[in-house]
């Protein structure tokens, strides 16, 4: 029901504006209410205002100074009406709005569309954000706007809700595209890794027919380069569709982090330092040693790309738990995280999105083949774990695989 003002001895009081309820006129027809009426109608709308504690109703006086104050504005933004009332309304604004102009806008809005609603960010007296739905109109009285009725609710549960949602239902979308993309690439590259496993073992015995032709011999040695870069690009694409054939055994990850610290080294380059933080009892996984190796170089290729001025590279390992990637509802259990950290480029949103996708890259042709982390990917969730991308574009990225540690887990100390 709409509310209009009526001041009372300097102050302003909330009445209803119901015409058929508005104060009596002198002369007025009999059976309209009486002015002791009216005084208890005031009395139960304020005691009405006074009961709500789920949304904070208030007034604002023209200037946006508030007037009076509800249990609900209490409890949603901890001001009892003693500290709120003659402070100006902008207080809950964030610093951000109010440079912005925001109250005023709001104000300015109610005034001159006869309404105002938003949904944005509040602050608390605590200093704590809340997600609030505003509601402002505007209060005139013979044409006169003496004030503004502000209506706020907390909808930071609600906000929170539909962002999961929407998140949750982003990653689906996405992973059924990934599985899509998986179930393609499966196909062609295990019909390619065929066709090249005859066109390699027919240039050998090409080879073996015309060992002393030199110029035959140069022409076989380019096309069995060619042929070792196709299966190359077959194996990391069946990596990827998970297609990959693994022969896991049970490792120190520490050992062969540790094994090919030289090679990660070289791949660095002389521009990046690359260290190594190992958690010290990081407990033994069953994994494909080689496949492993290749994962850890794939994320250690994309840090050193992302960071062509120099900078570190940290390669860290550490338990943690969580619950499987593909059975969130399952209980949590425990993964060793092998993390690839860079304080480079970083990644926009839609980049890190894309970047599983087996030939997405952002390199110039030539430079990537958009094949590392579909690598890693596909690995990882072969060898019953998941991968994990932290990025911000000009923040640096984290990329952590997660490999399962075997249940039951060993007991610490026990082996080397
Ligand atoms: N650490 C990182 N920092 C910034 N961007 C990254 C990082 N890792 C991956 N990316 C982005 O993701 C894209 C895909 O990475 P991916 O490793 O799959 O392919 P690539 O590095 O482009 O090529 P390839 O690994 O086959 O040589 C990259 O082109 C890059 O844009
Ligand atoms: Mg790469």
């Known amino acids: 029901m709409p509310t209009r003002l009526a001041r009372s001895k300097g102050d302003v009081t909330l009445v209803d504006a119901n015409p058929a309820r508005r104060p009596l006129e002198s002369g007025e027809a009999l059976g309209a209410p009486s002015v002791k009426g009216l005084e208890d109608e005031s009395r139960q709308f304020a005691l009405l205002i006074g009961s709500v504690t789920d949304y904070a109703i208030y007034m604002l006086d023209p200037d946006g100074y508030i007037r009076s104050w509800n249990p609900g504005g209490e409890r949603i933004k901890g001001y009892t009406s003693r500290e709120i009332i003659g402070q100006h309304f902008s207080r809950f604004y964030t610093p951000e709005d109010v440079v912005k102009g925001e109250p005023q806008r709001g104000l300015e809005s109610a005034r001159t569309q006869g309404k105002f609603e938003a949904e944005g960010w509040r602050l608390r007296k605590d200093g704590t954000r809340f997600r609030a739905s505003v509601v402002i109109d505007p209060i005139w009285q013979d044409g006169e706007l003496i004030g503004f009725a502000k209506v706020t609710r907390d909808v930071t549960e609600r906000y929170e809700a539909q962002l999961h949602l929407l998140a949750a239902q982003k990653a689906l979308a996405q992973s059924q595209k990934l599985e899509a993309i998986g179930k393609l690439t499966f196909g062609l590259a295990h019909d390619f890794n065929n066709l090249l496993t005859v066109i390699v073992n027919s240039l050998d015995l090409i080879g073996l027919q015309n060992s002393n032709d030199e110029r035959t011999a140069e022409w076989i040695e380019a096309a069995q380069r060619a042929s070792d870069r196709g299966a190359l690009l077959t194996r990391q694409l069946l990596a ?177």
């Open 240 to 416: 990827f569709a998970r297609g990959q054939s693994l022969a896991p055994e049970l490792h120190d990850i520490n050992a062969l982090l540790a094994r090919s610290a030289e090679l990660y080294r070289r791949a660095c380059g002389a521009t990046i330092q690359c260290v190594f933080e190992l958690s010290e009892d990081a407990p033994r996984l069953e994994v494909d040693a080689t496949q492993f190796e290749a994962a850890v170089l794939n994320l250690i290729a994309n840090s050193r790309d992302a960071m062509p001025g120099g900078g570190t590279i940290t390669v860290r390992t550490r338990t943690v738990r969580a619950a499987p990637q593909d059975a969130p509802d399952e209980s949590e259990r425990g993964y060793l995280a092998i993390e690839v950290i860079d304080n480079g480029e970083g990644m926009s949103t839609d980049v890190a999105e894309r970047a599983p996708e087996p030939f997405f890259t952002t390199k110039e042709i030539g430079r990537g083949s958009g094949l590392g982390l579909s690598q890693v990917f596909g690995f990882a969730a072969q060898s019953g774990g998941f991968v994990l991308l932290r990025s911000l574009p000009g923040g640096g990225t984290t990329v952590g695989l997660h490999l399962p540690v075997p249940v039951p887990e060993p007991a610490h100390g026990t082996t080397g």
